[in-house]
DNA sequence: CGGTAAATCAGAACAAAGTTCCTTATTCAA
DNA sequence: TTGAATAAGGAACTTTGTTCTGATTTACCG
């Protein structure tokens, strides 16, 4: 069963998703509240899912990831067999860092952050050794011009 | 200049990927270390601009966002001034999630997240009422396969 | 429109974690 | 090997998270 959001908790996941480190007397303050209702509210919206974990968010390039390719696959194969080791394959790989299986033409769409566009090559050849797959579009990305988790509130 | 990443900080960014809610002891004692040098470290590389910042992850499908685009965008205009004015709408509207110009025959990927089809359509129009876009083609998401933040320490 | 029960809130008390300080160990260079 | 600089470990201190209680509000039903 869903747990009702109302105002006072999507403000308090709007000051989290701004900045999680806060105090709760920061967040209290801030949506005109106290200490104990923002505290039972987190714990509630956690224990609901709604909150799912928390993070720190590292910057990329400083790290030397410094390739992010956006694939497009095509794949002829569309038995439960075949989608099963595709998923395994996406989820034992950290490089992906989000899979999405699509409506239309093409079939799936990953998101790939590799230190340079050999390790890319690696993980391509990886990939379709593991598991049959049709066609293959990689879109190398140049700039990274927006990147937020945040949903509008 | 760069800080120079060690063994001992890859273990603490990789404990704070995973949960950054947990106390400095339980992360000092998993990563072989004390209390004292693993907080000098995360605060060195905040100040480093390594940790960018610490967030909470929602579910999106919880607070009613059903729909997830990507959206391949191709325009005949490479201005400075329409790229400024491109990217000032993206910067504007929540529902971008992520923008990447990309090199090749796509300018720009972007993933946009909307309550449903029509609010992605109301998006739509709004942007292409903006800024003048030669081709655009939305891929609809049917499903999350795999979505993190986490880079491959 | 009351009156009662349930839920929520504000503030205080307590427990736990973050932050600082100081001493000891380690590293690196001369 | 020795000295200076740097980092680590542990204890003191401060702030924050967590629980508890009484008061208030809200919701529901007669």
């Known amino acids: ?18 900045d999680a480190s806060r105090s709760l007397d920061e967040i209290a303050t801030e949506v005109g509240s106290s200490k104990t209702p923002v505290w039972n509210r987190i714990r509630k919206m956690r224990e609901a899912g709604i909150i799912t974990s928390q993070t720190v968010t590292l910057d990329a390039e400083a790290l030397g990831f410094d390739a992010c390719f956006y694939v497009l696959i095509r794949t002829s194969e569309h038995e439960q067999d075949w989608q099963k080791r595709f998923l395994e394959a996406l989820n034992a790989r950290p490089e992906v860092q989000e899979a999405h299986r699509l409506a239309g033409d093409i079939d799936y769409i990953l998101k790939v952050r590799v230190p340079n566009a050999r ?7 990886a990939l379709i050794s593991e598991v049959k797959i049709h066609n293959v ?10 990147s937020t988790t945040a949903l509008p509130l």
């Open 119 to 125: 390790a890319y090559d690696a993980f391509y050849q």
């Open 137 to 146: 579009t990689a879109l190398l990305s140049m700039e990274e011009i927006k």
């Open 1 to 18: 069963m869903s747990v009702r959001i109302d105002e006072l908790d999507r403000k308090i996941l709007g000051c989290l998703q701004v």
